[in-house]
């Protein structure tokens, strides 16, 4: 009974101390919090990936970039995952985009995009540059947010005038 005791508690000591413990909590929750504001910006526009989605992207990448980093895996290992990480991503970026070929109009790239930037900050995240991933998260809502003004000449987000009013 020992030895399944033994091996029970092997499985579940990848935290060895408060302090690593902590490291990890502070990164990953990062990284889902900073999900969570490029999500809430594709939700509040009403685009298909949303919060829940951004947030799963960075949590994921986060995990991906940290768990090699805990096992003490080399440089060029934790450079592999991050590659196959950026690849992966693409396909899931994908899914947003969509082309209406009556309109000849090509639609979500955008929200695929945002997809991408939270790998990116995920990733970021995972890999303890805290300040980088806010950095990134700020310049993208502001992107996401302010120059769709500009784009085409219109604002996507202006109040249309009332009927017969001025």
């Known amino acids: 009974m020992n030895d399944v005791w033994t091996a029970i508690v092997d499985n579940f000591s990848d935290l060895p101390s408060a302090a690593v413990a902590a490291k990890?909590?502070?990164?990953?929750?990062?990284?889902?919090m900073l999900g969570a504001?490029?999500?809430?910006?594709?939700?509040?526009?009403?685009?298909?990936?949303?919060m829940r989605?951004?947030?799963?992207?960075?949590?994921?990448?986060?995990?991906?970039?940290?768990?090699?980093?805990?096992?003490?895996?080399?440089?060029?290992?934790?450079?592999r995952v991050i590659q196959g990480l950026v690849a992966g991503i693409g396909f899931l970026g994908a899914g947003p985009i969509l082309k209406l070929e009556q309109r000849m109009e090509v639609k979500g790239l955008t929200t695929a995009?945002?997809?991408?930037?939270?790998?990116?900050?995920?990733?970021?995240?995972?890999l303890g540059r805290g300040m980088m991933a806010i950095l990134t998260t700020v310049l993208a809502l502001v992107i996401l947010e302010f120059l769709p003004q500009f784009e085409h000449g219109k604002d996507d987000r202006s109040v249309q005038p009332a009927p017969g009013g001025a």
């Open 24 to 32: 990890a909590v502070v990164r990953l929750l990062l990284a889902a």
């Open 113 to 126: 995009a945002s997809i991408w930037v939270a790998a990116a900050v995920g990733v970021t995240s995972g």
């Open 37 to 50: 504001a490029l999500g809430y910006e594709r939700e509040h526009r009403h685009q298909r990936a949303g």
């Open 53 to 79: 989605t951004h947030m799963l992207i960075c949590l994921g990448s986060a995990t991906f970039t940290l768990v090699p980093q805990m096992a003490h895996m080399s440089d060029d290992a934790v450079s």
